[in-house]
C-alpha cells in the first residue's frame, strides 16, 4: 500500500526545500497540499547535465 504523500505547492517559495504532508494543508504555511508526482523536468535539476551527457554518449 502506498500512502499519499502530498507536497506544498507553495514549497518553492515559501520553503528552502519540499515539504511533504500526510494532510492536505501544508503544516508550515498553510497553503494547499498537492500530489508529490515527480515534475517530468525540472530546470534546477542538480543531475540533469550529467543526465544529458549520458544519454548522449549512449547515442553515439
Ligand atoms: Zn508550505
Redesign the pocket.
Known amino acids: 500500500m502506498r500512502a499519499d504523500l502530498l507536497v506544498?505547492s507553495?514549497?518553492e517559495q515559501?520553503?528552502d526545500r519540499p515539504?511533504y504532508t500526510l494532510s492536505e494543508q501544508?503544516p508550515?504555511?498553510g497553503?494547499v497540499a498537492v500530489n508529490s508526482v515527480p515534475a517530468p523536468f525540472n530546470p534546477e535539476d542538480p543531475y540533469g547535465e550529467y543526465r544529458r551527457s549520458l544519454k548522449r554518449r549512449r547515442r553515439e
Request: glycine share 0%.
Open positions: 506544498c507553495e514549497w515559501a520553503h515539504v501544508c508550515d504555511c497553503a
